[in-house]
T-cell receptor, first 113, second 112 residues
Framework: DTAVSQTPKYLVTQMGNDKSIKCEQN?????MYWYKQDSKKFLKIMFS???????INETVPNRFSPKSPDKAHLNLHINSLELGDSAVYFC????????????FGPGTRLLVL | SQKIEQNSEALNIQEGKTATLTCNYT??????LQWYRQDPGRGPVFLLL?????KEKRKERLKVTFDTTLKQSLFHITASQPADSATYLC???????????FGKGNQVVVIP
């Protein structure tokens, strides 16, 4: 019944490793997002996809690469992890790009050691 | 520079009172403004949306006002309950921009 789900919930890894976070929504929405919430609690958009097409690509290091195999899934792959990547990553979805309400997943807590 | 400011200090309030939170913004022209609730270890949950041409919106015990002259939104929780304890995030969408910009959030603690 979970509307927006993410895996894993926790991710602890060493600097330099490559990791992926997966997101799935069962709401039938067209648009999906990745947000980063840092230690200061600011929630900042990273990427957005609409119907598998990238529509928002904020100033994010190119070590971060989103992939949308279909409109219900948006994954985030991070190469060469750095200490500063430690944060909570939230996936969200909305019915359309211009749809106001966003539905957030539970978050993935990434700790880079 | 563009800013969305919410009080960084937690609001401690006695059960049954009205909690009022403030969201101030600078250098934005919002098409609308939203309020979300975030509990520890969870993602934000949408509560209310108010458009640029609306002054006030209500939903059950929640009320939001929007003053584009003051560049401010107020969020009220009336008859507050311990279950209302959470962090409340303000977010706005500027005209001509499909990105939601979030404030840092303001924690509310309702004391029984």
């Amino acid at each position: 019944d979970t509307a927006v789900s993410q895996t894993p919930k926790y991710l602890v890894t060493q600097m330099g490793n490559d990791k992926s976070i997966k997101c799935e929504q069962n709401l039938g929405h067209d648009t999906m997002y990745w947000y980063k919430q840092d230690s200061k609690k600011f929630l900042k958009i990273m990427f957005s996809y609409n119907n598998k097409e990238l529509i928002i690509n904020e100033t994010v290091p190119n070590r971060f690469s989103p992939k949308s195999p279909d409109k219900a899934h948006l994954n985030l792959h991070i190469n060469s992890l750095e200490l500063g990547d430690s944060a909570v990553y939230f996936c969200a979805s909305s019915q359309r790009t211009d749809q106001e309400t966003q539905y957030f997943g539970p978050g993935t807590r990434l700790l880079v050691l | 520079s563009q800013k969305i400011e919410q009080n960084s200090e937690a609001l401690n309030i006695q059960e049954g009172k009205t909690a009022t939170l403030t969201c101030n913004y600078t250098n934005y022209s919002p098409a609308y403004l939203q309020w979300y609730r975030q509990d520890p270890g969870r993602g934000p949950v949408f509560l209310l949306l108010i458009r640029e041409n609306e002054k006030e919106k209500r939903k059950e015990r929640l009320k939001v006002t929007f003053d584009t002259t003051l560049k401010q939104s107020l969020f009220h929780i009336t008859a507050s309950q311990p279950a209302d304890s959470a962090t409340y995030l303000c977010a706005l969408r500027p005209y001509g921009n499909n990105r939601l910009a979030f404030g840092k959030g303001n924690q509310v603690v309702v004391i029984p």
